[in-house]
T-cell receptor, first 110, second 114 residues
Framework: GENVEQHPSTLSVQEGDSAVIKCTYS??????FPWYKQELGKRPQLIID?????GEKKDQRIAVTLNKTAKHFSLHITETQPEDSAVYFC?????????FGTGTSLTVIP | GAVVSQHPSWVICKSGTSVKIECRSL??????MFWYRQFPKQSLMLMAT?????????EQGVEKDKFLINHASLTLSTLTVTSAHPEDSSFYIC??????????FGPGTRLTVL
């Protein structure tokens, strides 16, 4: 099956700085790559996604890049704010089955 | 947007008992639903795919006799943890797809086995 790796596991940044989280996947058949933000004890919330026919997507302060050849994709958050502090998960999807990365705990220091 | 509910939101049970968790799609039909388990400070691990009208498909390493899945209708899937033990204590989340690639997650069920 699909194997998704995510780095770093923890990340602390100063408010206003950028945060980058990277993921790799193993199955070239994966064609959809969502990113989720999860607060403690709550369901994951989709923040941005990208499909395999697109290399980059941006939504305000959040952007995602995808390199299909290298099988890696990254989340970029610019101008970070304290409310961005949460656990972020990447995922790779094959036929609606989602395989999640191990998560990154992001702390934005005011 | 689409809504997925889970019931109960939390449950505490004694070791050896069985616990049933329900996952409902409230305003759309789902022929497929997914069950995940999440241990504290860890990722969501896909356990199984629930298929309406047919048997669930389980991920490698997940005991199908222990985690019974029934997709009774197009809006309801249930996960029963049989003979629960403390190591089964976890956060269980379901999801249902609606539209292309879109997954809607339930709010999760916190299971604590004493």
């Amino acid at each position: 099956g699909e194997n998704v790796e995510q780095h770093p596991s923890t990340l602390s940044v100063q408010e206003g700085d950028s945060a980058v989280i990277k993921c790799t996947y193993s199955d070239s058949a994966s064609n959809y790559f969502p990113w989720y933000k999860q607060e403690l004890g709550k369901r994951p919330q989709l923040i941005i996604d990208i499909r395999s026919n697109v290399g980059e997507k941006k939504d305000q302060r959040i952007a995602v890049t995808l390199n299909k050849t290298a099988k890696h994709f990254s989340l970029h958050i610019t101008e970070t704010q304290p409310e961005d502090s949460a656990v972020y998960f990447c995922a790779a999807s094959i036929l609606d089955q989602f395989y999640f990365g191990t998560g990154t705990s992001l702390t934005v220091i005011p | 947007g689409a809504v997925v509910s889970q019931h109960p939101s939390w449950v505490i049970c004694k070791s050896g008992t069985s616990v049933k968790i329900e996952c409902r799609s409230l305003d759309f039909q789902a022929t497929t639903m997914f069950w995940y388990r999440q241990f504290p400070k860890q990722s969501l691990m896909l356990m199984a795919t629930s298929n309406e009208g047919s048997k669930a498909t389980y991920e490698q390493g997940v005991e199908k006799d222990k985690f019974l899945i029934n997709h009774a209708s197009l809006t309801l899937s249930t996960l029963t943890v049989t003979s629960a033990h403390p190591e089964d204590s976890s956060f269980y989340i379901c999801s249902a797809p609606s539209g292309r690639d879109t997954q809607y997650f339930g709010p999760g069920t916190r299971l604590t086995v004493l």
